[in-house]
């Protein structure tokens, strides 16, 4: 399927690894030119090397912290007008809230909140007034089944999800779309490194909670960034115009609920 993106341009956070770097890589193997931004200068410009010579796209990196203004300052001069948003950060650590301070829960408000809507508020206008635009927030499963020792990503991340659910209703006529995906375990660093902290703490070997962790999963398995990717791309695409406001579980059928 032609997704009918080819020669857009997109705007996409935190896409050095991960979930981040798949929905850049899926969209560039769609024609999407790319501004891509990540905290780590090596691993983004890495990246953006594997990106162009698998895709033949234009791709430009911005080593920066997205969640500060400074930040969101050098991704937008680079990329004053996307057409693709597709915003996403670091989930803060678990923990007890008992331990939090305010600070704690700043950040979380910053990285996992405030920076999406900053960007969305930065970049939608222009989206409506040339009548296309797709912002998708990569957020949690957690958003849908809160899971207790993450109660900073629950908050911010949910709070998140209460704003785009209203705005994405007045900015659909336009042909501009807001969509959060909801990654379950995908097999990711961030998902290799919390195993590793599990098995540590259990004194147990990684593979085997590794691989008690993805037998749980209805799937059978671990989540593939790159399906991942796809599934952003699409919701990215001309055909996803009469989807929004909806949170995308991807997740192997973790979820137990019908709704």
């Known amino acids: 399927?032609?997704?009918?993106?080819?020669?857009?341009?997109?705007?996409?956070?935190?896409?050095?690894?991960?979930?981040?770097?798949?929905?850049?890589?899926?969209?560039?193997?769609?024609?999407?030119?790319?501004?891509?931004?990540?905290?780590?200068?090596?691993?983004?410009?890495?990246?953006?090397?594997?990106?162009?010579?698998?895709?033949?796209?234009?791709?430009?990196?911005?080593?920066?912290?997205?969640?500060?203004?400074?930040?969101?300052?050098?991704?937008?001069?680079?990329c004053p007008q996307p057409d693709i948003l597709v915003n996403n950060a670091g989930g803060p650590p678990p923990g007890d809230f008992r331990e939090w301070s305010r600070d704690d829960w700043l950040r979380a408000l910053d990285a996992n909140m405030l920076t999406p809507i900053e960007l969305i508020k930065a970049t939608v206008d222009g989206m409506i007034e040339r009548r296309f635009g797709r912002i998708v927030n990569i957020t949690s499963s957690a958003v849908k089944a809160p899971i207790d020792i993450l109660g900073l990503s629950n908050g911010a991340r949910s709070g998140l999800t209460g704003f785009v659910a209203g705005l994405a209703r007045k900015t659909v006529k336009h042909n501009v779309t807001i969509n959060n995906l909801l990654p379950g375990p995908f097999a990711t660093d961030r998902l290799r490194a919390t195993v590793e902290a599990a098995a540590n703490a259990a004194g147990k070997p990684f593979e085997e909670v590794w691989a008690a962790r993805m037998h749980a999963n209805p799937a059978g398995r671990f989540g593939d960034p790159e399906e991942f990717g796809r599934a952003c791309a699409f919701l990215c695409s001309a055909h996803a115009g009469y989807i929004t406001g909806q949170n995308l579980l991807l997740d192997g059928g973790a979820y137990p609920g019908a709704f």
Do not use: P, W
Request: glycine letters at 12%; aromatic letters at 2%.
């Open 1 to 78: 399927m032609d997704l009918g993106i080819a020669g857009k341009t997109a705007l996409v956070c935190a896409a050095s690894k991960g979930l981040g770097r798949a929905c850049a890589f899926a969209l560039a193997g769609e024609g999407v030119n790319l501004v891509i931004v990540a905290r780590g200068a090596e691993a983004l410009e890495a990246a953006a090397a594997q990106i162009r010579h698998a895709t033949g796209v234009n791709v430009r990196a911005v080593a920066t912290d997205i969640t500060t203004a400074a930040g969101r300052a050098a991704a937008l001069a680079a």
